[in-house]
């Protein structure tokens, strides 16, 4: 066996905040269970709200602007700056396969402009020996678009007639640690699996769905109430912050038309879960049939908050792609009571409502910088080097400090150059100290965020957010976490300290200022994207 740990990586897509078992939710996570109470969890780690932004800082230490993501990876002018991984940052897959760490990855990549061609943007480009899964950010569970093996792309027509890319996902992983412990059994391995669950569209295997009849019937209300003590009882939530208002535009459940409906849809979104920790299980499974488990260290996080978008916005770019089913049946999409989601031939959403329910207990969502678009679950498991099973660190993280971490508990340097270019200087710090539980509450370190014009800075117990094209808001995390009692007007010396630091770090990192985005497009002749 390695003496340097072996180090896995299990990345969520659009998982709310409180949606797996030990952060308080009622999807049947025993596996992400298993990891926290034998392991650590993290109470306030912060990703970036969208999912390229937050693999980019991911795999490089870097904020996404640095890394070329600014926003997503359409090549559609200058809304990801360019939206495509730039040669300016190195990833954590390069430096550990340096180093002697077999390389593998099963999943979502969505990092790359350019999915037709190989290029220098894509994973087996930048890292990964081995590579399974899509090159693009979402779409159809049963008939996935950009699949790749390598850089060969799969033909959907032939894939298996059971397939579902969860549990394909999980499956790859499973292969890559048996042929590793086949063909490496001295080296470490890195591995990075990446789902595209529980992203929309609402697609599970009925017999799952059918686990969660009746679980969400009560409704978002008394739901997010009863995930908010578990919360307090887990101390993941200081029992001092409230729970944030229902959504404003969410009305109650008990005025609610279409209860049946309602409820089916939160259970297939619960089923899309269930089947990332059944995967879980199988991965640690396997680590411990090949003896490696004691040295792994496993992490578990969501790429951003929960997503409230409506997914008739989106609809058009990936119905063209599927807008049958294998078997030639329409696609039917939109969020209407008479489409019961979950089987290939539907395309819908769970909507705001469950989606604050995700979040509980944080307001806001995937897209914007406050609590809910940004705090994520982050469980941690490393039996030989981690003390304290089943603790709860309360430090304030965010993406930049997981290759900090990787590289210290290997021993690997970060470089100014690599492969003959140069890289700019690491931004993150190694969350060891913090894991192991050295010290306790958050210091007065600087945390940035800007994604569509919304940004965010936190100074210890101060955070600093805008909603674009809102003004500036500030909180005391310490009293307020869930961001209910704006400051901004009491301690106006604080809220100028906050913004100076947030300029200087825009200014340093390449952020553009949105309405110089918007401008942009304007001139550009194509008007603005969907999503605007």
């Not at 999943?107 to 081995?130: E, I, V, Y």
Request: charged fraction near 25%; hydrophobic fraction near 35%; proline fraction near 7%.
């Amino acid at each position: 066996m390695p003496s340097r740990p072996d180090i896995v990586v299990v990345l969520a897509d659009d998982m709310g905040f409180s949606d797996i078992g030990c952060y308080g939710g009622e999807v049947h996570t025993p596996n992400l269970d298993r990891l926290a109470a034998n392991g650590t969890r993290l109470s306030q780690f912060y990703v970036t709200p969208r999912c390229s932004p937050s693999r980019a800082s991911l795999m490089t230490g870097l904020h996404p602007h640095q890394t070329g993501i600014g926003i997503l990876t359409f090549d559609d002018g200058p809304d990801g700056y360019p939206g495509n991984l730039n040669d300016r940052c190195v990833t954590i897959p390069e430096l550990l396969g340096q180093a002697g760490y077999g390389t593998y990855m099963s999943g979502k990549w969505h990092m790359a402009a350019d999915m037709s061609a190989p290029n220098d943007a894509w994973p087996t480009r930048r890292g990964f020996q081995r590579f399974f899964g899509t090159l693009e950010g979402g779409g159809s569970f049963w008939q996935p678009h950009t699949l790749m093996d390598g850089e060969e792309r799969l033909d959907q027509d032939e894939l298996p007639a059971d397939f579902y890319y969860t549990d394909a996902i999980s499956d790859r992983a499973v292969r890559y640690v048996e042929e590793h412990q086949e063909s490496r059994p001295d080296d470490p391995m890195f591995m990075y699996v990446t789902y595209t669950a529980p992203h929309w569209p609402l697609h599970a295997p009925d017999e799952t769905i059918a686990r969660y009849k009746g679980v969400f019937d009560d409704g978002w209300d008394a739901l997010r109430e009863q995930r908010m003590r578990r919360l307090v009882d887990f101390g993941v939530i200081d029992p001092q912050w409230p729970m944030s208002d229902r959504d404003p535009v969410v009305g109650p459940w008990h005025d609610a038309d279409e209860h049946e409906w309602e409820a089916h849809r939160m259970a297939v979104f619960a089923a899309q879960i269930d089947h990332i920790d059944q995967g879980v299980g199988r991965v640690i499974d396997a680590l411990e049939a090949a003896g490696r488990l004691d040295n792994t260290l496993i992490v578990f996080l969501s790429d951003n908050g929960a997503c409230a978008e409506n997914v008739e916005e989106w609809v058009p770019r990936f119905l063209a792609l599927n807008d049958t089913t294998r078997d030639g049946q329409p696609v039917v999409s939109g969020n209407h009571p008479d489409v019961f989601p979950g089987p290939d031939s539907t395309y819908a959403s769970y909507g705001r409502a469950w989606a604050n329910l995700s979040d509980t207990p944080f307001r806001e969502y995937k897209h914007w910088v406050h609590e809910g678009g940004i705090a994520s679950p982050f469980v941690v498991h490393w039996p030989a080097g981690l003390p304290g099973r089943g603790a709860v660190r309360r430090q304030t993280h965010q993406l930049t400090d997981v290759m900090a971490t990787v590289l210290d508990i290997t021993g690997v340097d970060y470089p100014t150059e690599f492969a003959d270019r140069s890289v700019l200087p690491a931004e993150g710090e190694s969350m060891l100290s913090t894991l192991r539980g050295e010290g306790n509450g958050p210091s007065d370190r600087m945390l940035f965020w800007e994604h569509e014009g919304n940004a965010a800075v936190r100074r210890g117990r101060w955070k600093l957010v805008r909603k674009y094209p809102k003004s500036w808001e500030l909180y005391d995390m310490d009293a307020d976490r869930t961001e209910l009692n704006d400051l901004s007007a009491k301690h106006p010396k604080v809220a100028r300290e906050l913004t100076a630091e947030y300029e200087q770090w825009a200014a340093r990192c390449g952020v553009l200022p949105r309405e110089q985005v918007l401008d942009l497009y304007r001139r550009s002749g194509n008007g603005l994207p969907e999503y605007y």
